[in-house]
């Protein structure tokens, strides 16, 4: 991977919105912002997976706020709507009964958990969500925060590595 010129010489500005649009963390983006400069690309994605670890359960409630749910393609121009409907792409809404078990799936994740269900999601079918989703209910509350940061972090560096590096 060559070195990370546009992570290095975009202005704090650019490279805080450029991160925020990976994860909507302030402190993660800053954190990452900070290690400038790095010599290479693996450096960048060290440094930024390493913040992630360290998200506290408010910054990854906060951070959800972000996502849309798994099987609705968000509307707008900005970048985590684009995102999200890249990541998505593989989700087939043409097949009416999978769209109607990923709404009844969310719908049943969100009660049980208070937030949206977040897993990453670049190419991966509806099945295989929807599966993942179903063996994620019988996770406890604290349990299940752990993976959506966990989740939350495989997101944020594959948009990383696309985005900035």
């Excluded at 990452?32 to 693996?42: K, L, S």
């Excluded at 951070?63 to 393609?73: F, K, M, S, Y």
């Amino acid at each position: 991977m060559p070195a990370p010129d546009r992570f290095n010489s975009l202005s704090r500005t650019e490279l805080l919105s450029e991160l925020r649009s990976c994860l909507d963390v302030p402190r993660w983006a800053e954190r990452v912002a900070d290690a400038r400069p790095c010599a290479t690309g693996p450096e960048v994605l060290a440094v930024a997976d390493s913040a992630a670890r360290e998200l506290t359960g408010e910054e990854v409630r906060a951070a959800l706020a972000a996502h849309p749910r798994i099987g609705e393609r968000p509307e707008g121009s900005g970048a985590s709507a684009s995102w999200s409907r890249s990541e998505q792409s593989a989700v087939d809404l043409a097949d009416a009964e999978m769209a109607a078990a990923l709404r009844a799936g969310n719908a049943a994740y969100e009660r049980r958990f208070g937030h949206v269900y977040l897993v990453c999601a670049a190419g991966r079918s509806g099945a295989e969500l929807l599966a993942v989703l179903r063996s994620r209910m019988g996770n406890d509350p604290r349990t299940e925060l752990g993976v959506v940061a966990g989740e939350l972090r495989r997101i944020a560096l594959l948009r990383l590595e696309k985005v900035i590096l």
